[in-house]
């Protein structure tokens, strides 16, 4: 079965600097990778996916992560960040070859932005 | 199109009492969960469904019940409410097992 890590539990930032959330998942021949965002006092919601194809995928707000099959990453990165970018976010891995794999999320990594 | 919708938003409960969370989804999606998220615990998977009338456990299904009667619809009970099972609860749903989950707003559950 796979497995994600989230190294991170908490990442501080100021606003407008760089940020790097990081996931790694256990290494399997094909995966589906996903980044989901949880906004204070709401549900999960897709940030971005990767199912195959360019290794880099875009959200609209402005983030994005690069799938490293070497490193068997897919971090999660935004050049600027803004107040408004203040969630948690949990990285999931997905076997597609496996009918019965579920969804495993990461533990997720707290993003604060100050001021 | 809502989506997944979860009810109640909140509930406060006397330990030993019993109740039901409700969730639904219009997405005709075949595969249903419930999750309970916890400080510092992520996302714990407690029970999920395949399909209409099938029910399977997660990885701490113990004290909760569920029942999938129309595809639509996956009910979250508690029989006998114990003060470990304050939490938030989430509900969401898949067209398969590995795609991507959506997930409801979640219900705050208070057991005292």
């Known amino acids: 079965a796979q497995s994600v890590t989230q190294l991170d539990s908490q990442v501080p930032v100021f606003e407008e600097a760089p940020v790097e959330l990081r996931c790694n998942y256990s290494?399997?021949?094909?995966?589906?990778l996903f980044w989901y965002v949880q906004y204070p006092n709401q549900g999960l919601q897709l940030l971005l996916k990767?199912?195959?194809?360019?290794?880099l995928v875009e959200s609209i707000n402005g983030f994005e992560a690069e799938f490293n099959k070497s490193q068997t990453s897919f971090h999660l990165r935004k050049p600027s960040v803004h107040i408004s970018d203040t969630a948690e976010y949990f990285c999931?891995?997905?076997?597609?070859?496996?009918?019965?794999?579920?969804?495993?999320f990461g533990k997720g990594t707290r993003l604060h932005i100050l001021p | 199109n809502a989506g997944v919708t979860q009810t109640p938003k909140f509930r406060v409960l006397k330990t030993g009492q019993s109740m039901t969370l409700l969730c639904a989804q219009d997405?005709?999606?075949?595969?249903m969960y419930w999750y309970r998220q916890d400080p510092g615990m992520g996302l714990r998977l407690i029970h999920y469904?395949?399909?209409?009338?099938?029910?399977a456990k997660g990885e701490v299904p113990d004290g909760y019940n569920v029942s999938r009667l129309k595809k639509q619809n996956f009910l979250l009970g508690l029989e006998s409410a114990a003060p470990s099972q304050t939490s938030v609860y989430f509900c969401?749903?898949?067209?398969?097992?590995?795609?991507?989950?959506?997930f409801g707003p979640g219900t705050r559950l208070t057991v005292t």
């Open positions: 969401a749903s898949s067209p398969n097992l590995s795609y991507e989950q959506y």
């Open positions: 290494s399997s021949v094909s995966v589906y």
């Open positions: 990767y199912l195959s194809g360019s290794t």
């Open positions: 999931a891995v997905s076997d597609p070859l496996n009918r019965d794999d579920k969804i495993i």
């Open positions: 997405m005709n999606h075949e595969y």
């Open positions: 469904s395949v399909g209409e009338g099938t029910t």
